[in-house]
Antibody, heavy 117, light 113 residues
């Protein structure tokens, strides 16, 4: 069965970086794009970007350009989302979500990133 | 960028009654080459990730109860729950995947009256 298992919660100071992982299983890794979506506490869903696990190409939301890097490791079927220059407004749950091929059929459990001094 | 607007923001419906949530896009998300509306609906229960309910505006995901249905085209869409069950309490989001950045509605909180 398809599984997306994300890394654990993180607490970071303002200005630091965080790297969230999303380990996949149960399907052919390179055949499905992966999106990253975040959700601030009590708020809605915000699209951050997409990565093609086959070639590694990415498209980021303009809001995050220059601060986000999405990568993948085909040997472990794992995707990564790194966000830098963290500020308090980046406190959120970060999700990876598989594209099939456009809408999102499977989601990771979410990773809470807390930015606090 | 396409803006998605849902109405209402919250909704209280009695068990067994119909619940209707609306979603409007700032531009058409109907792709003329395949006549598909690039719209999905998700359900998010407290403390859980979103769950796909409907895609292509009206196609129910496998395993989703048939009391959930989607309709609409172009810029105006509706999610209908025909007979509300207690387990349907959640926040519901529409999303366009017509173009990046993919955007979500602000969410509609559905409660039992």
């Amino acid at each position: 069965q398809v599984q997306l298992v994300q890394s654990g919660a993180e607490v970071k100071k303002p200005g630091a970086s965080v790297k969230v992982s999303c380990k996949t299983s149960g399907y052919t890794f390179i055949n499905y794009y992966m999106h990253w979506v975040r959700q601030a506490p009590g708020q809605g869903l915000e699209w951050m970007g997409i990565i093609n696990p086959s070639g590694g190409s990415t498209t980021y939301a303009q809001k995050f350009e220059g601060r986000v890097i999405m990568t993948r490791d085909t040997s472990t079927s794992t995707l990564y989302m790194e966000l830098s220059s963290l500020r308090s407004e980046d406190t959120a749950v970060y999700y990876c979500a598989r594209a099939r091929p456009n809408y999102y059929d499977f989601w990771g459990q979410g990773t809470l990133v807390t930015v606090s001094s | 960028d396409i803006v998605m607007t849902q109405s209402p923001d919250s909704l209280a419906v009695s068990l067994g009654e119909r619940a209707t949530i609306n979603c409007k896009s700032s531009q058409s998300i109907l792709y003329s080459s395949n006549n598909e509306n690039y719209l999905a609906w998700y359900q998010q229960k407290l403390g859980q990730p979103p769950k796909l309910l409907i895609y292509w505006a009206s196609t129910r995901e496998s395993g989703v109860p048939d009391r959930f249905s989607g309709s609409g085209s172009g810029t105006d869409f509706t999610l209908t729950i025909s007979s509300l069950q207690a387990e349907d309490v959640a926040v519901y989001y529409c999303q366009q995947y017509y173009s990046t950045p993919h955007s979500f509605g602000q969410g509609t909180k559905l409660e039992i009256k």
